[in-house]
């Protein structure tokens, strides 16, 4: 039997190509959720857009606008946006998410976040968000939440 033997370079090389394949992929799986599914955005579950007890988020947090940077890393770059958040009652009211894509990818991604966004965390407590995948951007989660700690970090009473 004839052994032919592969340099290691070339089956590192291969492994690392296929590992990057799949985190490409893993960054572009949530487009088809995002034709079928974009009025759940980060929860499949329904959620209240309403604070279960007014007078226990008025002490947590300050009412006002706050902004915070956070970012995130893609297959080809580390991103940043920047995200605004306008609390009362410890509820978001508004938010607004803007970004600087460096990836013609992130572009289309941060497109489908910032698009989304609103839907997914306006009129919800600030407390109980946690942004998984928007609109078919998983990646941007990331940096959203990251900016998000930061927010109740500066908004805590």
Aim: overall charge negative; charged content about 20%.
């Amino acid at each position: 039997m004839n052994r032919t033997t592969v340099p290691t370079s070339v089956r590192k090389g291969a492994a690392l190509a296929g590992i990057a394949g799949l985190l490409v992929l893993a960054g572009c799986s949530g487009a088809a959720d995002a034709e079928s599914n974009t009025n759940t955005g980060a929860n499949p579950e329904p959620t209240s857009s309403a604070p279960a007890d007014d007078a226990a988020t008025d002490s947590a947090y300050k009412d006002g606008t706050y902004t915070a940077e956070g970012s995130y890393q893609t297959p080809e770059t580390v991103e940043k946006i920047s995200v605004t958040l306008t609390l009362a009652d410890g509820v978001v009211t508004d938010v607004e998410v803007k970004g600087d894509p460096q990836a013609p990818e992130t572009e289309k991604f941060q497109g489908q976040f910032v698009a989304g966004i609103a839907e997914v965390v306006e009129g919800v407590p600030i407390d109980e968000l946690k942004v998984d995948k928007v609109a078919g951007s998983s990646l941007t989660s990331g940096g959203f939440n990251q900016a998000l700690e930061t927010i109740k970090e500066e908004a805590a009473a």
